[in-house]
């Protein structure tokens, strides 16, 4: 079993930079790809971003792409989300996600999961 907890959410204006971070406990001597997932008010969960278990291959979703940067400190089993130029359709709880293989946090598959954090981004 592997646990994920996730911080660094909040309230920003548009335009703002906000750093996630999710830290995995546990079963962590597997490498697992670890990613970030999202979901709005009434809405569906998205695929934000994922990162393969030792960090040489990421894959963005297209509307964070170029703004988020997804990255992992192996040492500590943390993986971060930088996100630049929020805007407010980026307000969403952020789930971190992990599973053995990273293109399941794409299609929403992965095992694990974190509880979330809000962001919120302001006109």
């Known amino acids: 079993q592997v646990q994920l907890k996730e911080s660094g959410g909040g309230l920003v204006q548009t335009g703002d930079s906000l750093r996630l971070s999710c830290t995995a406990s546990g079963r962590t001597s597997t490498s697992y790809a670890m990613g970030w997932i999202r979901q709005a008010p009434g809405k569906e969960r998205n695929f934000v971003a994922a990162?393969?278990?030792?960090?040489?291959?990421?894959d963005y979703a297209d509307s964070v792409k170029g703004r988020f940067t997804i990255s992992r400190d192996g040492a500590k089993n943390t993986v971060y989300l930088q996100m630049n130029s929020l805007k407010v359709e980026d307000t969403a709880v952020y789930y971190c996600a992990a599973d053995s293989r990273a293109d399941r946090i794409r299609s929403l598959s992965f095992g694990y999961w974190g509880q979330g954090t809000q962001v919120t981004v302001s006109s």
């Open positions: 990162i393969s278990a030792f960090g040489t291959k990421s």
